[in-house]
């Protein structure tokens, strides 16, 4: 009787531990941590980028057209594992009213361009030497990546790496007028 007692108190805590696990990554496993940001849905914030092709853009001037902005640095080991999925996506979408623009943050002029020279990055990219235009968009690291319909609204915000199912994704609601209704309703 005790070896049953123990065999069945020994399933019982199996059971409660493997019950905790499950609950545990029912609410933090494999999840995708939205992260809102106060600018989804409002008028993207204009600036003015030195582009390290050589001369300069306003992002109003891209009205029109819809914009993926993403936000990257050098050092940064996501932004190296996105570089191949951005410029597959830009040579897909550049024959489109599309738009990418880089902006290059917290970093030199210097290893931007090898980056650049690494990595591809055929699309237009441009350095924020002073952070100003990340502090305008409230970036808190990199990547970050902000999609902006034709109107010159942003649609939505992605933190973290980007796939190209992902630039589909979000370039698709940017480009669809039913769901720039639907940010208009919220």
């Known amino acids: ?33 939205e992260k809102p940001s106060p600018l ?30 993403n936000f990257w640095a050098s050092w940064c080991g996501p932004c190296r594992s996105e570089a191949p999925a951005l410029e597959a996506s830009w040579r897909k979408y550049r024959d489109k009213p599309v738009v990418f623009l880089g902006i290059n943050v917290w970093d030199d002029k210097s290893n931007a361009l090898r980056y650049i020279d690494s ?26 990546t902000y999609f902006i319909d034709p109107s010159g609204k942003i649609v939505d915000k992605y933190t973290g790496q980007l796939t190209k199912e992902t630039i589909d994704y979000f370039l698709e609601r940017a480009l669809s007028p039913s769901k720039q209704n639907e940010l208009t309703k919220r």
């Open 1 to 33: 009787m005790k070896i049953l007692s123990a065999v069945t108190k020994l399933s019982v805590f199996v059971g409660i531990v493997l019950l905790l696990f499950l609950f545990a990554y029912a609410i933090f496993g494999d999840k995708v941590f």
């Open 40 to 69: 989804v849905g409002t008028q993207a914030p204009d600036f003015r980028l030195n582009l390290f092709t050589g001369g300069q853009l306003k992002l109003s001037e891209l009205k029109g057209k819809a914009v993926l902005l």
């Open 119 to 144: 990595f591809g990055g055929g699309y237009l990219n441009g350095l924020d030497p002073k952070g100003e235009i990340a502090v305008e968009y409230g970036v808190a690291g990199v990547p970050e």
